[in-house]
């Protein structure tokens, strides 16, 4: 079994700042994925970043990087130089591997980019 | 090339109707995904297709839920009798192989229960 926690409902902050998201998940899966995903207003969910939990090195796409901590179940989502664009609902999320494939995500942390 | 497909985008239906949603899945994709977000909240899941195999039903609510995907590509939620706790947003995803790891998901139909 799989859970996700997001603790934080909504942030904002100005354009071009940095801004970090959080997430805390607990699992009985010894191999697992992590992944960010994000979910524009009326838009259709895409993914943002993705970990493999095997791996010790962080992921990072463009301006969008993660800070896992393994131990501490902890699996945060930094963006770099926000953008308007980046307004949206962001879901933390895992699965299993190898036939456990279906997500389990958190209740998701709307960010708002003001400019 | 197209994504996933939902439709119809919205529905309401009055209390104790049948509904069907429907997913075109992007075209040869083997898994997909049925999964449930209620207003506020991050998506649930419901069941799990890989091909026409049924192979994960053990997020559906209750017995009035039912999903099909008889030649492994279309897929058919259906909601039979529907009850006002059913009102929420029905998102499909499919992803290529059997163990791919990125979902790909369709816009949702939004279904209000009146």
């Known amino acids: 079994a799989q859970t996700v926690t997001q603790s934080q409902p909504e942030m904002s902050v100005q354009e071009a700042e940095t801004v970090t998201l959080s997430c805390t998940y607990d699992t009985s899966e010894s191999n697992y994925y992590l992944f960010w995903y994000k979910q524009p207003p009326s838009r259709q969910m895409i993914l943002v970043i993705r970990q493999e939990a095997y791996k010790q090195q962080n992921a990072t796409e463009n301006r969008f990087s993660v800070n896992f901590q393994k131990a501490a179940k902890s699996f945060s989502l930094k963006i770099s130089d926000s953008q308007l664009g980046d307004t949206a609902m962001y879901f933390c999320a895992s699965h299993g591997m190898f036939g456990n494939e279906k997500l389990t995500f958190g209740t998701g942390t709307r960010l708002t980019i003001i400019p | 090339g197209a994504g996933v497909s939902q439709s119809p985008r919205y529905k309401v239906a009055k209390r104790g109707q049948d509904v069907a949603l429907r997913c075109d899945p992007i075209?040869?994709?083997?898994?997909l995904f049925w999964y449930q977000q209620a207003l506020g909240q991050g998506p649930e899941f419901l069941t799990y297709f890989q091909n026409e195999a049924q192979l994960d039903k053990s997020g559906l609510p209750s017995d009035r839920f039912f999903a099909e995907r008889p030649e492994g590509s279309v897929s058919t939620l259906k909601i039979q009798r529907t009850q006002q706790e059913d009102s929420a947003v029905y998102l499909c995803?499919?992803?290529?192989?059997?163990?791919?790891?990125?979902?790909?998901f369709g816009p949702g139909t939004r279904l209000t229960v009146t």
């Open positions: 995803a499919s992803t290529p192989g059997a163990h791919s790891y990125e979902q790909y």
């Open positions: 075209s040869g994709h083997v898994s």
